[in-house]
């Protein structure tokens, strides 16, 4: 459970299989290049912060991780909240942010949450990625339509007022690179499959700017040459306050780099045949983010996008991912300099193609023809990451979903007064036979009694009026029983007790016997009223 696949798959690698993880390895190191720097100028950081992100991170992912094809990165999700971050606490506070978070989902992956974090219900994953492109989109339409203003605001309404008092100020040069690039993005896959694409356009589109020195904004004239080589390590002060500040923001990191990483690995599993180790899968998730940010990295996870990639690739190791890693640093440390002449509007059409690709518009589409309560925590959650904020999208998400699913549950446990049943001129076959003494109730409990159905319990038994002699509860259909359900099991017994009457439980199932045995409910209530069946326990309501 806690060993890398990188320990497994190495045992009789062979020279073939290192050829074809290098050849994946610098095809997905050649596609990462433009997503790194854009991921990283997206989310208001220098581009090489993308660079080292999708080097140390990558590198320690592949190493360390649980899924055989996983490449790990910066992706698109991160946008959001790293921004946010940055603009509040500076790149300081991302650093703090980013660490926090590698120690959570290390954490998680101790625990074995690994298998809890699929849980997650699909609206709410939906609902945050779709807000998150939404996100994503609006804040490239800047550098998309060149627009000449100063800094975009982050909140979304604010931004495109903004944006739409400066829309007489388009560059024509820069729509034009930028169209030109969806074109390539769009269309070279049909010339060649073995060239990503977003590298064309890039290259493309640099040699037009740089050949015919067209007047658009380029990562140099932004942000200053790149630096060809990663930084030295540092740590800013930190104290409990700033902690306490930025866990939020670390918690909602950790359950993106989780959610993502774990899809990527569920996805790739399906493409190779495979089965990944997901809390081996989220260590290396966490000890990447712990590295990455000292070095000047943001955020890495799992990047579903480039690890199909590399499996179409013929990638089929962690050797893949790490050469990845590799390709990156020589294309930093001998190229860094030329990536300051990628022009902006170029990345900027990356990042829409990415946008639509994150939008699910189908998923989400679907989705608004299932439930209601499934399209109430789709559109909350959808909302709340577009208009406030992605860490209470999805908090409010998490918990509306639970209580809605609460709702569902407690509608589906149902309680039957079989006294009437059985009283009917049709009595239901299981029924002929038996006879109901006078003075005894019986009542049958279907659906698991948690404390979202504890109430429809204690509501029937009252309908009924006073107590009667004999309460017989029939469990059959009761597969569980949490604390409420056992309380109002006793709390009925001490009203019948109290009235002197006899308080019998039939056909109880292991779960709520082991439960009621351990809270001492059966010691108080006696084993003698206890019956394998309806007539044992009508037999017993005379003696």
Sequence with gaps: MFVPKLFTTLKGYSRKAFYEDATAGLIVGVVALPLAIAFAIASGVSPVSGLITAIIGGFIISALGGSRVQIGGPTGAFIVVIYGVVQKFGVDGLIVTTVLAGILLVLMGIAK?????????????????????????????????????????????????????????????????????????????????????PFVAVIVTTVIVQVFNLPVETIGSHFGNISGAIPMPHFPHVDLAMVRTLMPSAFTVAILGAVESLLSAVVSDGMIGGKHRSNMELIAQGVANIASPLFGGIPATGAIAR???????????????????????????AFGQWASMIPMATLAAVLVVVAYNMSEWRTFKALLRTTKSDIIVLLATFILTVVVDLSVAIEVGMVLAAFLFMKRMASVT??????????????????????????????????????????????????????????????????????????????????????????????????????????????????????????????????
């Design 414 to 543: 149902n309680v039957n007064v079989i006294t009437r049943e059985m009283e009917d001129v049709e009595v239901p076959p299981e029924f002929v036979g038996l006879s109901v003494p006078k003075d005894v109730q019986i009542y049958e409990i279907n659906g698991p009694f948690f404390f979202g159905a504890a109430e429809t319990f204690t509501q029937t038994v009252a309908s009924v009026g006073k107590f009667p002699r004999t309460l017989i509860v029939r469990m059959r259909n009761v597969p569980a029983i949490d604390a409420t359900g056992m309380k109002v099991l006793n709390d009925i017994y001490k009203r019948v007790h109290h009235a002197k009457g006899r308080f019998i439980i039939s056909e109880i199932h292991s779960q709520p016997y082991i439960a009621l045995e351990n809270s001492g409910f059966l010691d108080t209530l006696g084993r003698d009223n206890l019956a394998p069946t309806l007539e044992e326990a009508l037999q017993n309501s005379t003696h």
């Design 113 to 197: 949450f690994g298998s809890v974090i699929k849980f997650i219900p699909a609206p709410v994953v939906t609902g945050f990625t779709s807000g998150i492109a939404v996100i994503i989109f609006s804040g490239e339409v800047k550098d998309f339509l060149g627009l000449k203003m100063g800094v975009v605001p982050a909140p979304f309404f604010e931004k495109w007022t903004a944006l739409g008092s400066n829309f007489l100020n388009v560059n024509p040069w820069a729509i034009g690179i930028a169209a030109l690039s969806l074109l390539i993005i769009i269309a070279w896959p049909r010339v060649s499959q073995k060239i990503p694409s």
């Design 307 to 333: 690890t199909t990639t590399n499996i179409k690739s013929g990638g089929r190791t962690p050797v893949a991912g790490m050469i990845h890693a590799v390709t990156l640093l020589l294309i930093l440390l």
